[in-house]
């Protein structure tokens, strides 16, 4: 039995974090319905929308009255719903939580924006990396002078993906306890702000600057990624004395006086510039037969091709291959249900007929 087994989800077929949250649910084994929008792609399969694995696809055009009770149908044995409209269209569809709540009053409607559901940017357009710029979240994303980018759509949508479906589940739990729904208002710039607070909190007990490349886990020489002789990268952050004692020992540095101060900020850009030297007399692989495995706090820096064929995420099952297309399996694991393997993609609408049925409708909503 999967873990979410009994719940089901109603999404809103969108972009970005809305359908990674569905994706997160459906891996955990929820009935994940997403409503698609009739188009080109209707009946034809598309491998490459990892977002949807796992999930039944029904085809609705949502400006027509029909499709609209069809969606209120199907909402009547949901516990969730997802949608990452920008705030109002769902009302103007006759979609809004007022009138879904109606429905079904312990229905959990989740909203997933960029800006939130309030405040003076509610209505502009935008994407991941503006709602990171503006919540302070992109700032120590790259080196003093250089341009801040981030890993493209982790800290916002797939951050803010991770922030909706906790909001999600907590809001089922209680609504079977209470028989009351919620509304979930998860705006990017708020949950990328919010992860913000474990390096906050580094900040504060430290005396960190705010300043780029001058901080405990962004400036120091042994908490840095090094371009090695072959150009592949590797990454170090030996930040406990044990562990910078390990790598330095390792690396036969013990002794070098330019490294024996680990914690002086004023020698740290000369610390990292020598760290350089050494780390570029010698390919990547061979750093990796010295270090990787040990306390040094050490690891190769993979795309994801490499990480796929990493020993370590061969051994623990972490990638896929289906159809031909690349993919993480579901995470985290649960010991009692082990790891289930990656579901398909439905091709847009395969479900419609059933999910039209078990919402009464017939063929009426198509």
Not at 275 to 292: G, I, M, N, S, Y
Request: with cysteine.
């Amino acid at each position: 039995m999967s873990v979410l087994q009994g719940v089901r989800v109603v999404e809103i077929a969108g972009i970005g974090p809305g359908p990674f949250c569905g994706m997160l649910l459906a891996d955990l084994g929820a009935d994940v319905i997403v409503v698609e929008r009739p188009g080109p792609l209707a009946g034809r399969a598309r491998p490459g929308e990892i977002v949807h694995r796992g999930k039944r696809s029904i085809v609705l055009d949502l400006k027509r009255p029909e499709s609209v009770e069809v969606v209120l149908g199907l909402l009547e044995r949901a516990d969730a719903l997802i949608e990452g409209m920008r705030p109002g269209v769902m009302e103007r569809l006759g979609l809004g939580p007022d009138i879904c709540l109606a429905r079904r009053p312990s229905l959990v409607y989740g909203r997933m924006t960029g800006w939130g559901q309030s405040g003076p940017l509610a209505q502009a357009a935008g994407h991941d990396s503006n709602y990171t710029a503006l919540s302070g979240a992109l700032w120590y994303a790259s080196p003093p002078g250089e341009a801040p980018v981030a890993p493209p759509t982790l800290v916002g949508d797939v951050g803010g993906a991770l922030y909706l479906a906790v909001g999600l589940l907590a809001g089922i739990l209680r609504a079977r306890l209470s028989g009351q729904g919620d509304v979930v208002d998860a705006a990017i710039v708020d949950t990328s702000a919010h992860m913000m607070n474990l390096l906050l909190g580094v900040v504060a007990r430290s005396g960190d600057p705010y300043a780029r490349g001058a901080g405990t886990l962004d400036g120091a020489h042994w908490a840095h990624s090094y371009c090695c002789a072959d150009g592949g990268w590797i990454n170090v952050a030996a930040l406990e004395r044990q562990f910078y004692a390990e790598l330095m020992a390792r690396m036969g540095l013990a002794g070098d006086p330019r490294f024996a101060a680990q914690t002086e900020r004023d020698r740290w850009s000369d610390q990292r510039r020598a760290l350089a030297e050494v780390f570029a007399t010698k390919p990547r692989d061979e750093w990796c037969r010295l270090l990787e495995g040990t306390d040094a706090c050490f690891a190769p820096v993979n795309d994801p091709g490499e990480a796929a064929r990493h020993p370590h995420l061969a051994a623990r099952g972490t990638y896929t291959e289906s159809h031909g297309v690349l993919q993480a399996k579901a995470a985290p694991r649960f010991k009692r249900n082990g790891q289930p393997e990656v579901a398909q993609v439905p091709v847009p609408g395969q479900h419609t007929i059933e999910l039209l049925a078990e919402a009464g409708l017939g063929t009426a909503g198509q």
